[in-house]
């Protein structure tokens, strides 16, 4: 066999086990969704009934199902302009929920050059998120990150599949942060 033939068997076995992997996480997740579901039947029909008797189960209930469930951590941004959208979408779903307009929770959000962008206006909500937008949320940034990495591409030699796969993960990375972007604008 050659050494191009043997590089692209490693390369599928590699992915076939990671597949694998994959999918009995998959199943895993499955059965704890079917136990899940268990539990929210009977949480549905306690509540449902406005017997003082169950108040205690109600209780017990509530405590077994809020163990189970791993409170979301807050998103961390650094600062790359390419991260920024997915950041600002995720804080607005998960995190304005439980903590609202809230400076100090925005603020531990930050690390780097993100933290440096809000220094001065950290109790300010909006100002934070204004500056923030200004520095990390205008299109035409991202474009210009994004055409420079692709101008910074090589040419791959034929042969080179590892190179090959490289390049194609860095043009559907770029090709998927446009695509959100624009999505977002609609």
């Known amino acids: ?12 076995s590699r992915e076939y086990r990671g597949t694998v992997v994959v999918e009995n996480i998959l199943q895993d997740l499955e059965t704890a969704y079917t136990e899940l579901e268990a539990i929210h039947e009977v ?17 017990e209930l509530n405590h077994d199902l809020t163990g189970m469930v791993k409170k979301l951590e807050a998103p961390i941004f650094a600062g ?5 959208p997915s950041f600002k979408v995720n804080y607005e779903r998960h995190m304005l ?33 204004r500056r923030l937008d200004m520095k990390y949320g205008r299109a035409e940034k991202l474009v210009d990150q994004i055409l420079n990495e692709l101008k910074r591409l090589k040419k791959v030699q034929e042969g080179d599949n590892i190179k ?3 390049v194609v993960e860095t043009v559907e990375k770029c090709w998927l942060d446009l695509k959100r972007r624009t999505s977002k604008q609609r």
């Open 1 to 12: 066999m050659s050494v191009d033939a043997d590089n692209i068997k490693k390369e599928y």
């Open 43 to 59: 949480y549905l029909e306690t509540f449902d009934s406005e017997s003082e008797d169950d108040k205690p189960k109600i209780n």
């Open 80 to 84: 790359s302009i390419r991260d920024y």
């Open 97 to 129: 929920s439980s903590y609202g307009k809230d400076p100090y929770a925005l603020k531990q959000c930050f690390n780097g050059e993100a933290l440096t962008v809000v220094k001065g206006v950290d109790n300010d909500f909006e100002e934070m998120f």
């Open 164 to 166: 090959f796969i490289s």
